[in-house]
């Protein structure tokens, strides 16, 4: 059980790492596309110049192609694990990938697939 502790707190930890640096630089480039960081500007989000952006040079490219490799790599183990583990509303986790950030979502998916776990190996227990 400690193992799992030490799981779910580092992977807690890793899903408020991954919203607060992503959404940071999300609002670096809002205020540099237009100017301002306001909820209005925030749902006026530029994607395709988001877009360009990220495959503006071969070094960022690089970085995106990976990270959506691995973001696809992630909603498989999303669905399967999710299904054989009878997670509930484990497709929120595949949402929050592609509506806050793949650093946020995944380890926010493996915070709960960790307590479920725990949950699942301390009611054999019993």
Not at 26 to 31: N, P
Not at 34 to 41: L, Q, R
């Amino acid at each position: 059980m400690p193992g799992t502790l030490i799981r779910q707190i580092i992977y807690a930890a890793l899903t408020v790492i991954g919203f607060v640096w992503t959404n940071y630089y999300l609002v670096q480039f809002t205020i540099a596309t237009k100017g301002e960081f306001t909820a209005t500007n925030l749902l006026n989000f530029d994607l395709p110049t988001f877009i360009d952006q990220v495959y503006a040079n071969p070094a960022s490219s690089f970085i995106g192609v990976d990270v959506t490799v691995a973001a696809l790599c992630a909603i498989v183990l999303i669905v399967t694990e999710g299904r054989r583990l009878k997670m509930k509303l484990w497709g929120l986790y595949i949402a929050s990938i592609f509506l806050v950030s793949f650093g946020f979502g995944f380890p926010l998916f493996l915070f709960a697939r960790e307590r479920k776990l725990a949950e699942t190996l301390a009611s054999a227990e019993v």
